[in-house]
């Protein structure tokens, strides 16, 4: 009876065991996840619940191996030696330590770290689990409050947890639980009990100010089957279906590009309106080209001087054959459907060629009374600035201050200019009747102002409390610039990218909705609201629909699907012109890296298109990963076992002298035995000194050290001052004496044991 009883106690304890290591992955789990997301406001990591599953089972491994099982850390430190040396040989010739995303990258590990260790210790008694399941749940609610937890699942998933663990914890404690059976029992009621716990938490948290998202008329999703479908004004931000139907065919030598199709003047009750013909610019206006000599004004004096601002050939000469901040690129776009009625050009091209019968474009509007033919290429120029370069970053910040010194300067000449610009330019615009630098000021100026006036206008849908939030975003920035970057930071790292985001109400102003409602939504929600707040800030700019870039395939070419239908926001400088920006934080289809347009790039990736390309680098992003894991862990390890030391030394501070000198001879006799001192069972405490003896002065001091050991343990009397004074100093030199004895390279290894 006794041995069935002994191995009925042992499962029951093999099955608490492993109840509560799963069990606490899955309430670290959400803990981190929003933990992370609130206090980090990171959107790259809190949405990959499959990383942080793997990283928060494998951290509660390490934490339970630590506290349970002593003899496996070796084995640990071992296999992250090896994820070092794999660091060190993957990472180490190129990895920017300093760079925020990295930076950002390794504190995900730690908010994975002690988010397990909070569960780890907060699972060990009734007490602590009440304070993980209360707090914990407050916390979620906190957080679903102030618009930070995007997941109410994960708010369930936490409380289902830790209520199940709170009423097995409650059970067992009452009920005495010793065998398999009983506690079996406990376990599936208490999975039983949580349940209901959770479906009265539902009906509260749904019912209260504390929802996530307010209930709302959905609409059907809108199927993207050409660009007119997500060209859809009159159900702008509704749901999305996407599909990976082949569109355009794109060579260029460019590593991104952004494919204009529409571009749109005025938004009011949640809808765009489209550029009309009085509100067109004419492509071809000197004001487009102003980037060309205030670039040259900044940058290269000698020939602005030499160059009047109707020498178009002579500038567009100079970007292509100089190497400068804004090269000048070469697409070609072929259409494999013909359902298309836009020309698909860059932003601010400079020329297009083609042989198929259609009309060049000469305003911004790129539309056709007819479909492009499918096959027939058309190949344009454009300029492609690099918006990481410091000298694009000074005429963006100081374009104001640029521009009216040029055009005073300007002002001031009455000389007569030259016109040498290709025929289509002077045929078409009005620098046929500029002959003057002063008329070359005067229409510059004339056409910012039309800009202002077209592109500050809001509607009257948009809030006072949508003008009063960029207001707060920008009022610390006295440039246009850092305003555009204050803007876009704050909707790619506070919203969350979906394809089936909530619907405003009826009447209910879409971006309003999107910011301080639903904070859910996709490139629509995005773009739009960045240009609504951009306007509100004082920056004139334009929400604008086409498609972007999507991974280059083997042959160089760019194959763009339904998939990267998108829009963005296209910002205006005095000095730069237009340029596009994305607005949309990271999304699933989406591939984010920095690039000419902005912090972030917008290269749409459908998941046919990327199916290759994730196969060639998951070996790669595996061994990488492992290896930040490795030395994070590592380094993890070495703190925490830093820190239990410590603590070991501080409770014993704290106890009367002799129980010191006992604790501190444990604390000799396990260093001793990491290093192969072992004392056996029948052995007494002088009989292994005897072990030591090939080390004179180590053997000496430790026989001291065990005199005074038996006097504390054995005599009664208080030790002396003295005596307690040689504990303390062997303390200090034994691991002098282990580190001479095994060795630099074996002292390193055992020493973290130690």
């Not at 992370?36 to 790259?44: E, L, Q």
């Not at 994960?154 to 097995?168: D, K, R």
């Not at 020309?343 to 259609?358: A, E, K, R, V």
């Not at 998939?563 to 920006?581: K, L, N």
Request: net charge positive.
């Amino acid at each position: 009876m006794n041995n069935k009883g002994a191995k009925g106690k042992g499962k029951a304890k093999i099955a608490e065991l492993f109840w509560h290591y799963f069990i606490s992955v899955f309430i670290a789990m959400p803990l981190a996840a929003n933990l992370f997301g609130a206090f980090i406001i990171s959107k790259s990591h809190r949405d990959n619940l499959a990383e942080l599953l793997l990283y928060t089972a494998a951290f509660l491994l390490i934490i339970h191996v630590i506290f349970l099982n002593k003899l496996t850390i070796r084995i640990s430190i071992g296999l992250v030696l090896l994820a070092i040396g794999a660091i060190v040989y993957i990472e180490i010739r190129c990895l920017p330590f300093l760079s925020y995303s990295t930076l950002l990258y390794y504190l995900y590990y730690i908010v994975i770290f002690f988010s397990c260790l909070i569960v780890y210790f907060g699972t060990k008694c009734l007490w602590s689990v009440s304070l993980l399941l209360v707090g914990g749940s407050g916390l979620f609610f906190y957080l679903s409050f102030m618009k930070f937890n995007e997941k109410p699942e994960m708010y369930y998933l936490y409380l289902f947890c830790t209520a199940a663990l709170f009423v097995e914890k409650t059970v067992c404690k009452r009920l005495n639980v010793e065998n398999f059976k009983e506690f079996y029992q406990v376990g599936k009621q208490s999975l039983f009990a949580a349940a209901g716990i959770l479906l009265i938490a539902e009906f509260l948290y749904t019912q209260t100010d504390f929802r996530l998202f307010t209930k709302s008329t959905q609409q059907g999703p809108v199927t993207i089957n050409r660009l007119e479908d997500f060209d859809d004004m009159e159900h702008l931000g509704a749901p999305l279906n996407l599909n990976t139907d082949p569109v355009l065919n794109v060579k260029t030598p460019a590593d991104s590009f952004y494919l204009k199709a529409a571009t749109y003047l005025n938004y009011d009750n949640s809808k765009w309106t489209k550029l009309t013909k009085e509100s067109e610019s004419n492509l071809y206006d000197i004001g487009n080209f102003m980037w060309m000599p205030a670039y040259a004004y900044t940058l290269n004096r000698n020939f602005f001087e030499e160059n009047s601002p109707g020498d178009i050939y002579q500038y567009i000469g100079y970007f292509k054959k100089n190497k400068t901040s804004v090269p000048i690129k070469t697409l070609s776009v072929t259409h494999l459907r013909e359902n298309i009625r836009n020309l698909l050009l860059p932003t601010g091209f400079l020329s297009l060629q083609t042989t198929g019968n259609f009309m060049k474009p000469f305003t911004e509007d790129y539309s056709l009374k007819s479909p492009v033919p499918a096959g027939v290429p058309y190949t344009v120029t454009f300029p492609q600035a690099d918006m990481k370069a410091p000298e694009i970053k000074y005429l963006l910040r100081n374009d104001r201050t640029v521009l009216n010194n040029l055009l005073k300067e300007w002002s001031n000449n009455n000389a007569k200019i030259r016109m040498n610009a290709p025929d289509y330019i002077r045929t078409q615009n009005s620098s046929q009747k500029i002959s003057t630098y002063q008329q070359a000021a005067a229409a510059v100026r004339k056409y910012n102002t039309k800009i202002d006036s077209e592109y500050l206008q809001l509607g009257s849908s948009v809030t006072k409390r949508t003008k009063e939030l960029a207001v707060s975003l920008t009022q610390k920035y006295n440039n246009d610039y850092d305003k555009v970057q204050a803007i876009q930071l704050y909707l790619q790292d506070n919203f969350t990218y979906s394809l089936t985001p909530p619907q405003p109400s009826k009447g209910e102003d879409l971006v309003d909705y999107f910011l301080f409602s639903s904070r859910l939504g996709y490139c629509v929600h995005f773009a739009t609201a960045m240009t609504v707040l951009l306007r509100a800030a004082g920056i004139p700019a334009r929400y604008v629909i086409g498609y972007v870039s999507p991974t280059r395939d083997a042959n160089g070419t760019y194959v763009v699907t339904n998939s990267q239908a998108h829009a963005w926001v296209e910002v205006y400088s005095r000095t730069m012109g237009f340029y596009p920006i994305e607005a949309t934080g990271n999304a699933p289809h989406y591939s984010y890296q920095p690039n000419m347009y902005g912090n972030r790039k917008g290269s749409a990736q459908a998941d046919d298109n990327t199916a290759v390309n994730t196969q060639t680098d998951v070996k790669g992003l595996i061994i990488s990963g492992l290896a930040k894991a490795g030395i994070l862990l590592f380094c993890l390890l070495l703190i925490l076992i830093i820190v239990r030391k410590a603590l070991r030394f501080r409770r014993l501070k704290r106890l009367d002298i002799n129980s010191q000198v006992i604790g501190y001879y444990q604390y000799f006799m396990d260093v001793l035995e990491k290093f192969v001192f072992k004392c056996k069972p029948n052995e007494t405490f002088y009989e292994f000194a005897e072990k030591l003896s090939a080390n004179q002065q180590l053997y000496k001091e430790f026989k001291d050290i065990t005199d005074i050991y038996m006097y504390a343990a054995y005599s009664g009397e208080k030790v002396g001052a003295g005596e307690f004074q040689k504990v303390l100093e062997f303390r200090r030199n034994i691991l002098k004496f282990m580190r001479s004895y095994a060795g630099l390279p074996k002292f390193i290894l055992k020493f973290p044991l130690v």
